[in-house]
Structures are given as C-alpha cells and as structure tokens.
C-alpha cells in the first residue's frame, strides 16, 4: 500500500518562502513514478501546481507558479519537495502530494496525500 505524506505547510507572510516535503512509503523504489503537487482551495477544484519524471528528469510547473516554485525529489529517500518562494495571498491553500503517470491530470495520479495547508497572510 503506497502512503505519501506531506509537511510542511503553515503560516507565513507575503513574500516569505515554505519549503513542502512529502514522504512516501509502499514501495522498494519510487524512480518510476511521477510525482506531482496539486493545491486545492475549500469550494474549488483541485489544481496543479507541479511535477516531476525522476530525479534527473525535466520538471513543469503551473504558469501561476512558475519562477516562485520548484519541485525536487531525493529517490534514495522516496521524498519529493516542493519550495516556495516569493509566496502570495493567492498561494493560499491545501497542498497535495500525489503520485503516478506525469501529468497535470488529476485523473492520472493513483495516490494521494492527506494534504497540508498553506496559508499566505498579506
């Protein structure tokens, strides 16, 4: 049974930076699987926000995000992280790690983490 969890998240002022981490258990090796964050606000569907293919492979970003983000992932200890800079009111939300086929899709990822919330004051 593949778990992903997430930390993390809290509070932080505009312009400040948070520094996700999400680790994942289940299996021997997750180089083979995606690895996205998705962020969803209460009311609203659920959003990307990132992925990555492996460790060395290339990353995409959401446009609103692009610049401020990075996505990273450490195979040997089964962790992705997601850093974030320059962060705004807007970034406002929980964030999910999720893994699976790359892709933006939330459709296309089989696991899911319990979510950690993010909270950007102005």
């Known amino acids: 049974q593949v778990q992903l969890v997430e930390s993390g998240g809290g509070l932080v002022q505009a312009g400040g930076s948070l520094r996700l981490s999400c680790a994942a258990s289940g299996r021997t090796s997750f180089s083979g699987y995606g690895m996205a964050w998705f962020r969803q606000v209460a009311g609203k569907e659920r959003l990307f926000v990132a992925a990555n293919r492996w460790s060395f492979g290339a990353a995409f970003y959401a446009d609103s995000v692009k610049g401020r983000f990075t996505i990273s992932r450490d195979d040997a200890k089964n962790t992705v992280y997601l850093e974030m800079n320059s962060l705004k009111p807007e970034d406002t939300a929980i964030y999910y790690c999720?893994?699976?086929?790359?892709?933006?899709?939330?459709?296309?990822?089989?696991?899911w983490g319990q979510g950690t919330q993010v909270t950007v004051s102005s």
């Open positions: 999720a893994a699976g086929a790359v892709s933006s899709l939330v459709s296309d990822y089989a696991y």
